[in-house]
């Protein structure tokens, strides 16, 4: 993920194997110089980190030439090198003042499922307070409650939906109140599962009546559903039922027969399949490859009043992130996220997300990527999901989609910080995509909107 490579390695991504995240395996990390290999020990060796990694970026934003550098000179050298020529000392004096948080207790509020990884596994692992946070992340029981103690700022921020900050700023469902995404918590991780005692109804034209349940209206799991749904020939408003329950519940509703089928995170896909309920008919990333379904989001009030404390979140998240993004850390991941006081899930189950799984028909199936994390937060995904509110009748009237998508998702802001981090955002905000083979440009949205055969008119 070249998100992640880090600009004092000539070979090497960031957070592989060793105690600090940055090399395959301990007899590496231990040939390492200290440049960028030992454990963070303190905030001031912490910033250093920052800074020179910033520095060494913008010398050599081409990785070829960074790459024939470091082999020649090594990496203790490089900084040497840096240090004759700009002030690094003072530089990291000025950079840790700056980022000094208004506010270090802070609670973020959270939903128990994997999409909610990076901000989990912050707490218990320690990248809040590597950042200089104290923060309290709090199990929450729906995505309203979420919505509406982030509102009440009883939460500093939350783990929210990825449509959910932009429906808040539209005033969809509440009161209009500016939101904002820094980060995407996941990509990918979600699948459709039905019923055990639908195994013969796999072609979705025979779905006509099914109850489904899906997380909340305003969501990229009720969005994908009716994607998926239409493009069969469904009219997901008339053909099947759609119901809006909390992720921890939709098994329970399974079991109990109250509905046939959901489009949930893989967590609750692969309990369903782990209690003999249901069995996997399609991963989310058969749909749409690289989608985001979760957001790390704040409110503008509170971005506005701690900066500091934000960039802070922020980059914890992002951290995080990084380190979810190797397949080598899931296995830590999913123990240190499966108390009761976080995921409240087997770690058997939570390995099985994050790796290889069973799919509930007899096979098992070894998919790294079935859930990814990525943080940046391109602003044609909020263009999509835009698309998909107009298209079914969420947003009435005209839309002006560039506007929104750039008040709500940061992604100037967070390629900045992301860059003081060392690490490599993308040049643009905006990128084409496929969803089941249809390609996405987000710069014809009304097009895309009018193409559909199935969709509320306006």
């Known amino acids: 993920m070249s998100t992640f490579d880090n600009p004092f390695d000539s070979d090497r991504n960031l957070r592989a194997g060793c105690i600090c995240g940055q090399h395959r395996s301990a007899a590496e990390h231990e040939q390492a110089t200290a440049l960028h290999c030992e454990p963070v020990e303190s905030q001031e060796k912490r910033y250093e980190d920052v800074v020179a990694s910033a520095v060494m970026r913008a010398m050599f ?34 950079f840790a003042q700056a980022g000094t948080p208004e506010k270090k207790d802070l609670k973020v509020g959270f939903i128990p499922i994997t999409c909610a990884t990076p901000i989990i596994m912050a707490a218990p ?48 469902g509440a009161n209009a109140i500016p939101f904002a995404v820094p980060a995407i918590e996941n990509i990918n991780g979600q699948g459709i599962v ?80 782990y209690d003999g309920v249901g069995f996997m008919h399609l991963l989310s990333k058969e749909i749409w490859d690289g989608h985001p379904c979760c957001s790390f989001a704040a409110s503008r009030e509170f971005i506005t009043s701690a900066p500091n404390s934000f960039a802070a979140l922020t980059r914890a998240i992002v951290d995080a992130t990084a380190y979810a993004s190797k397949a080598e850390n899931r296995k830590q991941i999913a123990e240190a996220i499966a108390p009761a006081n976080y995921i409240n899930a087997p770690v058997t189950v939570l390995e099985q997300v994050l790796g290889t799984y069973a799919d509930g028909l007899g096979g098992v199936k070894t998919d790294a990527k079935r859930v990814d994390f990525d943080p940046f937060p391109w602003q044609s995904f909020a263009v999509w999901m835009l698309t998909q509110m107009k298209r079914w009748g969420q947003i009435k009237g005209d839309v002006d989609y560039k506007a929104v998508a750039e008040q709500v998702y940061l992604a100037t802001d967070t390629k900045k910080l992301m860059t003081e981090m060392g690490l490599s955002p993308p040049a643009s905000a ?3 995509f496929a969803v089941m083979g249809k390609t996405f440009d987000p710069a014809k949205p009304e097009d895309y909107v009018a193409s559909f055969k199935i969709r509320k008119s306006s």
């Open 430 to 432: 905006y990128k084409s």
């Open 61 to 94: 934003p081409q990785d070829v030439a960074r790459r024939a550098f470091l082999k020649s000179v090594g990496a203790s050298t490089a900084l040497a090198a840096l240090s004759q020529f700009f002030p690094l000392k003072t530089a990291t004096e000025v």
């Open 194 to 273: 039905l019923a055990a005692k639908h195994k013969d109804k796999r072609d979705p034209k025979d779905w006509k009546g099914l109850k489904f349940a899906i997380p909340f209206d305003y969501s990229m799991h009720n969005y994908l559903l009716r994607y998926y749904l239409a493009e069969h020939g469904l009219d997901p408003d008339t053909d099947v039922q759609l119901r809006s329950v909390p992720p921890p519940e939709m098994v329970a509703n399974l079991r109990a027969d109250n509905i046939d089928g959901f489009l949930a995170p893989d967590n609750i896909c692969q309990r369903a399949i």
């Open 125 to 172: 692992m320690g990248f809040y307070s590597k950042h200089g946070l104290n923060v309290e992340v709090v199990k929450t029981a729906g995505w309203a409650v979420i919505r509406d103690k982030t509102i009440n700022k009883e939460y500093d921020a939350a783990h929210m939906l990825a449509p959910m900050p932009i429906a808040i700023s539209l005033g969809l």
